[in-house]
């Protein structure tokens, strides 16, 4: 990685530290405040240990300690690791949604690594906003840097069957609502779905995006799917800390590793994962904050060429226990070796061929062969049409095959709430082969783009037992959902997008070969629509809400801020 070192007086930390003036005389004299000794921390990398534990996350709820074990990892190596609390970003109880604060979480990033006399840094997330959110604001700052992910939760059980955090959720609301388990059931499914610190379990978002920040080269080799709980987890953190003290003195910073190349390949990982339909507008967001165009084209081209590997729920059979042990992301990758860019370096290998040097699967039906895949292109189908001028995206993975093609008539909801107190009205005369619609969701209309898209099923086509429908929005939806759902409408209805034009009744084709999304409805009816439309008031007339809904771009370019994803040059501090 180089053979030119940093010395002592090189650091960044030395402009806080090392001079002769008044202010480095106070930031040592505060320094002794905290209780340490002038030979602890003088010339040495100071790391921050970005931590977005909180007693209300429960994917997160174990980082208390690993931060722990990622300082122990910091002084062994020789540097001096100071812990900063940052926004925790539930996707469990945080409402609307955390997607409408992950830039706030990216901008605390970045800024407090900028303002802070910080050489390098080891952020710890893994719940599905967090990893995206850390990396951004990283990479705008442009530090040494190290991901720590959460991993995930040990698998769930009910009686005698293993569950899947999510997936098995929806799977038994559902069974709930037609009848077929009742609330003594219920009961004992709360209490097995989750049984431990650390994200879901399933190839949701959390595991696919972590993934993808190991793809990228931004973690330890195997860290995405160690387990939350699992003695390897803690080393791995430990391994982290003492390995970005060498980061520093390397001076390998982010944007050596965040490359085009880097972003290509864990593109190719997602698909090949099945992963999660969240994972395109993030790694689009994470990508231009590195300076590097990443679009829908490039996931829909990369899908076509790539085969989906990794059996694993909730487009597969197994959990990701059962992947770390068949082999991780190592042995997955070593499947793909000719797919990837081999030569860019990671934060713990000159190359990513070194890394995968010895990757083995030792369980082939949880990571397929090449020659036996789960799906013979990426489990990601981007599509185009007169109802998504600028894409939308579908997991045809985890649909039913006989709805990815087909035609059917609308049945329109102009609001999450609405959908929910009408769903079951037998007066919308909802049939199996109606195309339910929801607007109203996305980046603005949510607020947030909130995870509404995998649509209820009615309780009269449950019980006759219909489990998929084809479902479309501009929100989003859970990693651990599944079915002919398409996401991500763009541009949204709430900016007049077409979706807002669309009327109950109006003929929808679904064609996911062929890639596209059409409302049968003819141009001049849809102009004499759009001329009727009036824009919905702002949402928001002050606070983070007001600067979101100002600043807030589309789906289909990563709903980044567009003050913050612009390129452009931010001082570093005076410290003197």
């Known amino acids: 990685m180089g053979a030119v070192r940093k010395t002592p007086e090189e650091l960044r930390s030395h402009r806080w530290y090392g001079t002769d003036g008044l202010r480095s005389f106070s930031h040592r004299a505060r320094t002794r405040q905290l209780g340490y000794l002038p030979e602890e921390h003088l010339g040495k990398p100071v790391i921050a240990v970005l931590n977005t534990w909180s007693d209300i996350n429960p994917c997160h709820s174990h980082l208390r300690e690993r931060a722990q074990a990622v300082k122990r990892g910091v002084w062994q190596a020789g540097g001096f690791p100071l812990e900063f609390p940052v926004s925790t970003l539930s996707e469990t109880f945080q409402k609307p949604t955390p997607m409408l604060y992950r830039n706030l979480l990216a901008m605390e990033t970045e800024e407090l690594l900028r303002s802070y006399p910080v050489d390098g840094a080891v952020l710890l997330g893994g719940c599905d906003k967090s990893t995206p959110a850390l990396l951004m604001g990283a990479a705008s700052m442009d530090l040494p840097a190290v991901f720590v992910p959460a991993g995930p939760m040990l698998p ?282 929801l607007r109203g969701s996305g980046p603005l209309g949510g607020p947030g783009m909130p995870e509404y898209g995998m649509l209820p099923i009615p309780d009269h086509l449950l019980k006759q037992g219909v489990r998929d429908m084809v479902r479309i929005s501009d929100a989003r939806m859970s990693g651990t959902s599944y079915g002919a759902c398409v996401l991500h409408i763009a541009p949204e209805s709430y900016v007049g997008g077409p979706l807002a034009l669309v009327r109950t009744g109006d003929p929808i084709t679904l064609d996911v070969a062929g890639r596209s999304l059409h409302l049968e409805v003819d141009d001049a009816e849809l102009e004499r629509r759009r001329a009727e439309w009036q824009p919905p008031p702002p949402r928001f007339s002050r606070g983070y809400g007001a600067l979101y809904q100002e600043q807030i771009t589309q789906a289909d370019t990563g709903c980044d801020f567009r003050f913050l994803a612009r390129p452009g040059e931010v001082p570093e501090p005076y410290a003197g």
């Open 156 to 437: 769930g059980h009910w009686r005698d069957e293993v569950l899947g955090s999510g997936t098995d959720m929806w799977k038994y609301w559902d069974d709930k609502r037609a009848g077929l388990i009742g609330d003594c059931e219920l009961a004992e499914l709360e209490n097995g779905l989750a049984r431990s610190p650390g994200h879901c379990m399933t190839m949701g978002t959390a595991s696919t995006l972590t993934a993808a920040a190991e793809a990228l080269g931004v973690t330890m080799p195997g860290a995405s799917s160690i387990p939350a709980v699992d003695s390897g987890h803690e080393r791995m953190a430990a391994a982290s800390g003492a390995r970005i003290v060498e980061l520093v003195w390397q001076d390998l910073r982010l944007s050596r590793i965040l490359t085009r190349d880097a972003y290509q390949d864990a593109v190719a990982t997602v698909l090949a994962l099945g992963g999660s339909t969240n994972a395109v507008i993030h790694l689009i967001a994470m990508a231009a904050r590195s300076g590097v165009e990443l679009t829908l084209d490039d996931f829909d081209r990369i899908a076509r060429t790539v085969p989906v590997l990794a059996n694993v729920r909730p487009g597969g059979r197994y959990l990701m226990e059962d992947f770390h042990f068949a082999g991780g992301l190592p042995g997955f990758l070593a499947r793909l070796t000719d797919l990837l860019h081999l030569d860019r370096p990671t934060v713990a290998h000159p190359t990513l061929r070194e890394q995968l040097d010895g990757g083995l699967v030792h369980n082939e039906d949880v990571i397929r062969p090449r020659g036996n895949p789960l799906a013979a292109e990426g489990g990601l189908a981007v599509l185009r049409g007169n109802l998504c001028p600028d894409g939308a995206v579908i997991k045809h993975i985890a649909a039913e095959p006989h709805l990815l093609k087909h035609t059917g008539p609308a049945v329109v909801f102009d609001d999450y709430r609405a959908m929910q107190a009408t769903i079951n009205d037998p007066e919308l005369g909802i049939t199996a082969d109606s195309v339910l619609v």
